[in-house]
């Protein structure tokens, strides 16, 4: 099976427009927390460096002379404080936000301590791993006790400045990398995403409902054109399209009627020639002539019959209503057995079916008048799946040996032979219709042939959930 990364519907698509769109913002936006922990990793060593630059401060300013503040300024530096008179201090660097909160809490520290402000220039501040290295952020996942470089310019009271670089510890505190990582796949990217994507799937859902109201009113609209308007709500765009859609019902529906009141004008209108012509039939002298002409105007009303039988046949005029099949079948079947037909019925029917009384009437007598035409003897299974029931009128006839033939037996028109035992059998439009009534209740009509004899016509009705 093909793995699609694409999504087949619109709600899919959707879906993952909004979750990919919301780790990739994730992704540019990361580098916050990043800050936010290397800041708090960083916070311990600051102010351990604050209190040792404020000492140096204090110490300075006692100093009798400027001999004496340059040797304790030699006599406090070691390797990890170096302390270096300058004659003025270099531009302040532009750095990030969490870099001036670094200086910030440093000057804050030192005013604390000396009870009067210090101008103060922070030039960098970055961690060290255990290893000793400059990893910036990595150190954060690979150091268990990362350690902070400083450098800075102050500004003395004395008005002289002095330009400190050091490294400072965590003064024994100790980070653990793993749970660290833990907890930024965790509540960075697990969380959120599950939390988008439960928003997302909810929200597109509600978003696309009206999209999927109108899927389901076209759907319906291929099998009951008489159905209820949609219902014009919700955003403009909706609305806009639930007005094209009655729009065009109402159109349809004018359209049939006005194709429905055609043919019916046209069937009237030509009663009355074929009544002429049956009259003067009548008078012909040859008697083949007669009987000829008779047959042939009886085609004629045959086919203007059954033209609008099928019109009038596919049409759905009626409300949907609860259906009893087992006495709609058993009726039919009675009615057959007057008629001098044998026509057995075997199996029922738990519950109603939804649907349209006459016309699925007219569909059940159809296959009945089939399978009693071309095998004589019928016999009707009732069976009740889980969503559907299901309908198969067997007759013992011959059946259709060409595969291809039971499709084509569904054309309008279509015959298989044009006549039998010199009689007319129709116009061909009797399976027509039944599949046509079927499809407008949500199912399915098919034809195959038992492996005896005979043919099976197997009408499969869906129930609304």
Not at 33 to 59: C, G, K, M, Q, Y
Not at 167 to 182: C, D, R, S, T, Y
Not at 343 to 356: C, K, T
Not at 375 to 397: C, N, P, W, Y
């Given at each position: 099976?093909?793995?699609?990364?694409?999504?087949?519907?619109?709600?899919?698509?959707?879906v993952?427009?909004?979750?990919?769109?919301?780790?990739?913002?994730q992704?540019?936006?990361?580098?916050?927390?990043?800050?936010?922990?290397?800041?708090?990793?960083?916070?311990?060593?600051?102010?351990?460096?604050?209190?040792?630059?404020?000492?140096?401060v204090?110490?300075?300013?006692?100093?009798?002379?400027?001999?004496?503040?340059?040797?304790?300024?030699?006599?406090?530096?070691?390797?990890?404080?170096?302390?270096?008179?300058?004659?003025?201090?270099?531009?302040?660097?532009?750095?990030?936000?969490?870099?001036?909160?670094?200086?910030?809490?440093?000057?804050?520290?030192?005013?604390?301590?000396?009870?009067?402000?210090?101008e103060v220039?922070?030039?960098?501040?970055?961690?060290?791993?255990?290893a000793?290295?400059?990893?910036?952020?990595?150190?954060?996942?690979?150091?268990?006790?990362?350690?902070g470089?400083?450098?800075?310019q102050?500004?003395?009271?004395?008005?002289e400045?002095?330009?400190?670089?050091?490294?400072?510890?965590?003064?024994?505190?100790?980070?653990?990398p793993?749970a660290?990582?833990?907890?930024?796949?965790?509540?960075?990217?697990?969380?959120?995403?599950?939390?988008?994507?439960?928003?997302?799937?909810?929200?597109?859902?509600?978003?696309?409902?009206?999209?999927?109201?109108?899927?389901?009113?076209?759907?319906?609209?291929?099998?009951?054109?008489?159905?209820?308007?949609?219902?014009?709500?919700?955003?403009?765009?909706?609305?806009?399209?639930?007005?094209?859609?009655?729009?065009?019902?109402?159109?349809?529906?004018?359209?049939?009627?006005?194709?429905?009141?055609?043919?019916?004008a046209?069937?009237?209108?030509?009663?009355?020639?074929?009544?002429?012509?049956?009259?003067?039939?009548?008078?012909?002298?040859?008697?083949?002539?007669?009987?000829?002409?008779?047959?042939?105007?009886?085609?004629?009303?045959?086919?203007?019959?059954?033209?609008?039988?099928?019109?009038?046949?596919?049409?759905?005029?009626?409300?949907?209503?609860?259906?009893?099949?087992?006495?709609?079948?058993?009726?039919?079947?009675?009615?057959?057995?007057?008629?001098?037909?044998?026509?057995?019925?075997e199996?029922?029917?738990?519950?109603?079916?939804s649907?349209?009384?006459?016309?699925?009437?007219?569909?059940?007598?159809?296959?009945?008048?089939?399978?009693?035409?071309?095998?004589?003897?019928?016999?009707?299974?009732?069976?009740?799946?889980?969503?559907?029931?299901?309908?198969?009128?067997?007759?013992?006839?011959?059946?259709?040996?060409?595969?291809?033939?039971?499709?084509?037996?569904?054309?309008?028109?279509?015959?298989?032979?044009?006549?039998?035992?010199?009689?007319?059998?129709?116009?061909?439009?009797?399976?027509?219709?039944?599949?046509?009534?079927?499809?407008?209740?949500?199912?399915?009509?098919?034809?195959?042939?038992?492996?005896?004899?005979?043919?099976?016509?197997?009408?499969?009705?869906?129930?609304?959930?």
């Amino acid at each position: 099976m093909k793995l699609r990364l694409w999504p087949d519907t619109l709600y899919g698509r959707l879906v993952l427009i909004l979750v990919v769109g919301m780790f990739a913002g994730q992704l540019l936006t990361s580098t916050i927390w990043f800050e936010t922990h290397d800041n708090r990793t960083l916070e311990i060593p600051a102010r351990l460096f604050a209190s040792r630059l404020a000492d140096t401060v204090r110490l300075l300013q006692h100093a009798p002379d400027d001999a004496s503040r340059r040797e304790i300024a030699t006599q406090l530096g070691d390797a990890r404080y170096r302390l270096q008179w300058i004659d003025a201090p270099a531009p302040a660097p532009a750095g990030s936000v969490a870099r001036q909160a670094v200086g910030h809490l440093i000057s804050g520290v030192m005013r604390r301590r000396l009870g009067e402000p210090i101008e103060v220039r922070l030039i960098d501040a970055e961690l060290r791993g255990d290893a000793g290295q400059h990893a910036g952020i990595l150190s954060l996942f690979n150091s268990r006790m990362p350690t902070g470089d400083f450098h800075v310019q102050m500004k003395l009271p004395q008005g002289e400045w002095l330009d400190v670089q050091a490294n400072e510890g965590q003064a024994g505190m100790q980070i653990e990398p793993h749970a660290l990582v833990l907890d930024y796949l965790t509540r960075i990217y697990l969380l959120r995403l599950a939390a988008v994507l439960l928003l997302a799937l909810v929200a597109v859902r509600f978003a696309v409902r009206p999209l999927r109201q109108l899927a389901k009113a076209a759907d319906a609209l291929g099998r009951n054109i008489y159905r209820p308007p949609l219902p014009v709500s919700g955003p403009r765009e909706v609305r806009t399209a639930a007005q094209s859609f009655n729009a065009m019902q109402s159109q349809l529906i004018d359209g049939i009627s006005a194709r429905t009141r055609f043919l019916t004008a046209v069937s009237h209108d030509l009663r009355s020639p074929l009544t002429r012509l049956r009259l003067r039939a009548e008078m012909l002298p040859d008697p083949t002539w007669r009987e000829s002409m008779r047959g042939d105007l009886e085609d004629m009303e045959a086919m203007v019959r059954a033209t609008l039988d099928a019109v009038q046949g596919v049409e759905i005029t009626e409300q949907r209503h609860e259906i009893d099949i087992d006495s709609m079948i058993e009726g039919l079947a009675e009615d057959a057995r007057e008629a001098g037909h044998v026509v057995d019925v075997e199996g029922r029917a738990v519950h109603p079916l939804s649907g349209y009384p006459r016309n699925l009437k007219r569909c059940l007598q159809n296959l009945v008048d089939n399978g009693i035409y071309y095998g004589g003897r019928v016999k009707i299974r009732v069976t009740d799946l889980e969503h559907a029931v299901q309908i198969v009128v067997s007759d013992s006839g011959p059946g259709i040996p060409d595969e291809i033939l039971l499709e084509r037996v569904f054309e309008a028109y279509f015959r298989i032979d044009a006549s039998k035992d010199g009689k007319n059998q129709g116009t061909g439009l009797g399976l027509t219709i039944a599949r046509s009534i079927a499809a407008a209740h949500g199912g399915t009509l098919t034809l195959r042939n038992r492996a005896d004899s005979g043919l099976d016509a197997v009408l499969t009705l869906n129930r609304d959930d």
